[in-house]
């Protein structure tokens, strides 16, 4: 079992940057796949991006390619989302997840990861 804690949300204008980090604990973390996704109030929580467990692959959301960049630093159990020219539109709480790797698994959806994060707020002014 892993346990995931995010840090790194806050305040910031349009065009701005933050980095998310999300630190587990628990397990070996490079066992799992790992995924970021945000929410907002009334939506479903939408995939934003994911790694592999060695960092050979990414995968992003449309709407965030070439803008968020995830990365991973298996020594420091440190999933990152480099969040660069945000925009109003990216305003979520933002959560970190882990997933261990199965044949069957859709890894852009929640349902395929296996534990979570508590999430932190960003917010994005115009």
């Known amino acids: 079992q892993v346990q995931l804690v995010e840090s790194g949300g806050g305040l910031v204008q349009a065009g701005g940057s933050l980095r998310l980090s999300c630190a587990a604990s628990?397990?070996?973390?490079?066992?799992?796949?790992m995924g970021w996704f945000r929410q907002t109030p009334g939506k479903e929580r939408e995939f934003v991006a994911r790694?592999?467990?060695?960092?050979?692959?990414?995968y992003y959301a449309d709407s965030v390619k070439g803008r968020l960049t995830i990365s991973r630093d298996n020594a420091k159990n440190t999933v990152y989302l480099q969040m660069t020219n945000l925009k109003p539109e990216d305003t979520a709480v933002y959560y970190c997840?882990?997933?261990?790797?199965?044949?069957?698994?859709?890894?852009?959806?929640?349902?395929?990861?296996?534990?979570w994060g508590q999430g932190t707020q960003v917010t994005v002014s115009s």
């Open positions: 997840a882990a997933s261990i790797p199965g044949y069957s698994k859709r890894y852009s959806y929640p349902n395929s990861y296996d534990y």
């Open positions: 628990g397990d070996t973390f490079s066992r799992y796949i």
């Open positions: 790694i592999t467990p060695f960092a050979s692959n990414t």
